[in-house]
């Protein structure tokens, strides 16, 4: 079976991209968890999930991604979410009013516009 | 008496209440709802809503070994009606997800019902398919 997620790093501007597909549930969970588990350390710039290829998500995906949240504040490392405009599962996302505490993009590239402007900055500086 | 014509074949699922068996709960959910008309939206909440449900089951009706997760589905008259089913005792410790499950079904469903039974636990959801209501 494929896996249910890919990491990707970003030598540029640090950021990390963890692509989600499929069908994410409680038989995945513990596989994402552990991928990024690995994939984030204090070196990162931040981390970009990306649900554009998901087609379902439940409550405990939620609760993943609140949990990765606060784990990343604590470092002063952004999340942010990939999910496009139209795509069924941003109905869960408006109940559970996630985009409260998170930022969510419609597409990858405007979510990693935000990391580049920032490593842009500092490069500046 | 038209009401035959919109019928259609029920579903009767069972697997093993593992999160192995989600997979293929929700592969057959999908074909059945399609076939009784359902629009992708309808389709994605009530899949997502069974879902839910399911891993309810899952974390909570059974200690040890995992037993039966029965899902049932009919259709009449443009109305769903699915049943989730098991034959367990639920263990009072809320689901991992707490309350974010409850408010996904909750906006997610026309009508839900619970109850324990002696021999386990039954929720029933209904929702009204548009195609029906067209009719």
Request: one cysteine or more; charged letters at 30%.
């Amino acid at each position: 079976m494929k896996s249910p997620v890919e990491i990707l790093r970003r030598r540029d501007d640090g950021s990390v991209v963890a692509r989600l597909r499929g069908d994410i549930d409680m038989a995945q969970i513990p596989k994402i968890q552990a991928a990024l588990e690995a994939a984030l350390s204090n070196a990162i710039a931040g981390l970009i999930i990306d649900l554009s290829g998901v087609r379902y998500f439940d409550s405990l995906g939620i609760r993943l991604l609140f949990d990765v949240k606060k784990r990343l504040q604590q470092r002063r490392q952004p999340l942010l979410l990939v999910v496009p405009d139209g795509a069924p599962i941003r109905h869960i996302f408006a109940i559970v009013n996630i985009d409260h505490y998170v930022q969510i993009h419609g597409t990858l590239e405007s979510a990693r516009a935000v990391f580049s402007r920032t490593a842009g900055v500092a490069a500046a500086e | 008496v038209l009401s035959t014509v919109l019928s259609h074949e029920d579903l009767k699922l069972e697997f093993p209440a593992r999160p192995e068996s989600l997979d293929r709960a929700r592969s057959a959910l999908r074909i059945w709802l399609r076939d009784a008309g359902a629009t992708p939206e309808e389709l994605f909440e009530i899949v997502t809503v069974c879902g839910e449900l399911c891993m309810n089951t899952i974390v909570h009706a059974y200690a040890a070994d995992a037993g039966p997760l029965e899902i049932q589905g009919r259709c009449r008259d443009g109305e769903v009606e699915i049943t989730v089913r098991d034959r367990g005792r639920w263990c009072s410790p809320r689901g991992k997800s707490g309350g974010i499950g409850f408010s996904i079904v909750r906006a997610m469903t026309d009508c839900l019902f619970r109850h324990s039974k002696e021999d386990g636990t039954e929720a029933l959801l209904r929702r009204r398919l548009k195609r029906g209501a067209s009719r």
